[in-house]
């Protein structure tokens, strides 16, 4: 069963950045043909896909947020991670990672994890 | 990006009753839409891919239809633990974008 676990700090302030780790148990992060995302859930229910790092390491963001995302892995210990620089009260959401194939619905998500932008 | 504009944002129906969620596309999307339920406190539940293919472990009673820009969810007779937010996903072009979901509830 492919599991995946969001981490995060709670609170972060305004123009530092955010940092959430997914871990996934139950499959390789690294196994064809498999991309493994960042998405995030806004109050109101907004859902925005943020980017994804892949089973080969490609990497692809929304344009967006281009200039402030970075989306890494740890393959020995199976995770990913998620940073958001220059962080404001705008980017407090729910973040869930979420596995797919290329361009594909998402078929496994974590629970997500609460960050909140404040000082 | 695409738009993916769900209707109605809130419902209320009782226990049996046929439901009917839409999501419209601002640009055709094919078949490449995804449903998704989703109750308090748990991660995303994939119900429908390719917009009409029941996902294994899924009750028969939802199906889903459509292609191009307008789709639909239906829950042939709505039961209790049917109650969350349903939101839609299209996949046909970058960047993958969502509805902004519909809340059903139990009246």
């Known amino acids: 069963q492919v599991n995946l676990q969001e981490s995060g700090p709670g609170i972060v302030k305004p123009s530092q950045p955010l940092s959430v780790t997914c871990s996934v148990t139950?499959?390789?992060?690294?196994?064809?043909?498999?991309?493994w995302n960042w998405i995030r859930k806004f109050s109101g229910n907004k859902l925005e896909w943020m980017g994804y790092?892949?089973?080969?390491?490609?990497?692809y963001y929304n344009p967006s947020l281009k200039s402030r995302i970075s989306i890494t892995r740890d393959t020995s210990k199976n995770q990913f991670f998620l940073q958001l620089n220059t962080v404001t009260t705008e980017d407090t959401a729910v973040y869930y990672c979420?596995?797919?194939?290329?361009?594909?619905?998402?078929?496994?998500w974590g629970q997500g994890v609460m960050v909140t932008g404040s000082s | 990006d695409i738009q993916m504009t769900q209707s109605p944002s809130f419902l209320s129906a009782s226990v049996g009753d046929r439901v009917t969620l839409s999501c419209k596309a601002s640009?055709?999307?094919?078949?490449?839409l995804a449903w998704y339920q989703q109750k308090l406190g748990e991660a995303p539940k994939l119900l429908i891919y390719?917009?009409?293919s029941l996902q294994t472990g899924i009750p028969s009673r939802f199906s889903g239809s459509g292609s191009g820009t307008d789709f639909t969810l239906t829950i042939s007779s709505l039961q209790p633990e049917d109650v969350a937010t349903y939101f839609c996903?299209?996949?046909?072009?970058?960047?993958?974008?969502f509805g902004s979901g519909t809340k059903l509830e139990i009246k």
């Open positions: 979420a596995r797919n194939a290329y361009r594909d619905y998402f078929d496994y």
């Open positions: 640009q055709n999307i094919n078949k490449y």
């Open positions: 790092i892949s089973y080969d390491s490609s990497i």
């Open positions: 139950g499959y390789s992060i690294t196994t064809s043909y498999y991309y």
């Open positions: 996903l299209q996949h046909n072009s970058w960047p993958l974008t």
């Open positions: 390719n917009a009409n």
